[in-house]
């Protein structure tokens, strides 16, 4: 038989379902179709084949001899089709970027404003994980990954600098934190336990707290000062918003510690359009926190 003829490819298939489902009813169902329709694109593919392919059975229908081996070809070329649009499919289909970010850092600041960058470009799917320090790239299936550089990097990454690392700190607004005269807690993260003793050796003429309390991640340490259990030494970057709220006051400001916070990717990688538009919208979001982090207080 030459390729032209062969029958309607809609016919086919309603015979096909026809005889895997067993029923013209099951077959309608599946095909979103009538049960009238089903039946009548059967009957024209046997009248354009010139074939019985089903016959009455009881209140219902079954395959003839022809039909069952019709079917069984149908069966497996549809499948085979079926096959191919998949794997065509999932080729075309945009690979989600996979986004490391340091914990309190997605929390307090990347998760607020990343639905900013979905209503842009709805299209790309953004995957979080949480992490810090190396990053190993191809075991992890990481995309971009932001880090503070405080640790070795690998001479293979490719690393944009991001915002610089300003810490200060701050106290819940309105409470009587004694900051001014050292009657005040002091809380720190064991993430960074040398965050107290950095700034108080920095700044000799701030009062001593009379004792540090330490919680296991920025988050949490971050949440205690805003409770007012204490004054937390935060980065800029993680109470900005709060700050901005009125919820937490920096009495004494930011200072950079020296560090800052860095986009990693690996070296040698060709990046789709997609993960470029998230380089540039990360880029973008930091230079906002660098200009609020030289405006006064009152104004961020």
């Not at 070795?152 to 915002?163: A, R």
């Not at 993430?191 to 330490?214: G, N, Q, Y």
Request: proline share 7%; aromatic share 6%.
């Amino acid at each position: 038989m030459r390729r032209s003829e062969i029958p309607s490819l809609d016919d086919l298939r309603a015979f096909e379902t026809i005889a895997r489902l067993g029923s013209i009813r099951a077959a309608a169902e599946e095909l979103a179709l009538t049960h009238g329709a089903v039946s009548r694109r059967a009957a024209n593919l046997a009248a354009a084949l010139k074939l019985s392919l089903l016959e009455p059975e009881g209140r219902g229908v079954r395959l003839t001899s022809e039909g069952a081996h019709l079917a069984q070809a149908a069966t497996r070329a549809l499948g085979t089709i079926s096959d191919a649009l998949q794997e065509i499919r999932q080729h075309n289909a945009p690979t989600p970027i996979l986004l490391s970010c340091e914990r309190s850092l997605a929390m307090r600041w990347l998760i607020p404003r990343l639905s900013g960058f979905q209503d842009r470009f709805p299209e790309t799917e953004v995957h979080l994980s949480t992490g810090g320090g190396a990053v190993d790239f191809g075991r992890a299936r990481v995309t971009l990954a932001i880090r503070r550089l405080d640790f070795p990097l690998h001479p293979g990454w490719h690393v944009q600098s991001l915002m610089p690392e300003l810490m200060g700190p701050v106290h819940a607004a309105g409470a009587s934190a004694g900051l001014r005269d050292g009657d005040y807690v002091a809380l720190g993260s064991r993430t960074r336990p040398e965050a107290w003793d950095t700034w108080l050796h920095d700044h000799p003429e701030a009062p001593r707290p009379r004792s540090i309390r330490m919680l296991d991640h920025h988050f949490l340490m971050i949440e205690a000062a805003l409770a007012g259990l204490g004054v937390a030494m935060a980065p800029f970057v993680l109470v900005r918003d709060e700050v901005a709220r009125n919820r937490l006051t920096a009495p004494l400001g930011f200072d950079p510690d020296g560090t800052e916070y860095g986009l990693i990717a690996p070296g040698g990688r060709v990046e789709p359009s997609s993960v470029l538009a998230l380089r540039d919208w990360l880029v973008q979001q930091a230079a906002f926190e660098l200009k609020a982090s030289a405006l006064p207080r009152e104004l961020l």
